[in-house]
């Protein structure tokens, strides 16, 4: 088998401290907080936020404030997407 299971276990301990490292310090602590995954408080108030003002928007008829409830309701839309760190860099190549 290769690689024992301690050699393992200090793999997944300094993955863990690279990905989240307040996560990793307050498990090590004995009082765990939630993965970075799942801390999305910010990303609902942006969302909500967006969703009155583009409510505000439609029944003031008001252009601008449509417009900008759309963009950030993309942004938060974007932010709780699970897969878009997954999905690697999406700028173009640069040119030779």
């Known amino acids: ?22 996560f990793a310090r307050a498990l090590g602590a004995g009082r765990p907080l939630r993965p970075r ?4 408080v910010r990303v609902w108030l942006l969302l909500a936020t967006a969703l009155a003002a583009l409510g505000a928007g439609i029944a003031l008829a008001h252009g601008l404030l449509i417009a900008a409830g759309l963009v950030l309701a993309g942004i938060a839309g974007e932010l709780l997407d699970p897969h878009r760190r997954s999905r690697g860099d999406r700028r173009p190549p640069p040119r030779a």
Request: hydrophobic share 20%; no cysteine; proline share 8%.
């Open 1 to 22: 088998m290769p690689g024992s299971d301690d050699q393992r276990l200090s793999e997944i301990a300094s993955r863990l401290h690279r990905d989240d490292p307040r």
């Open 37 to 40: 995954e799942y801390r999305r």
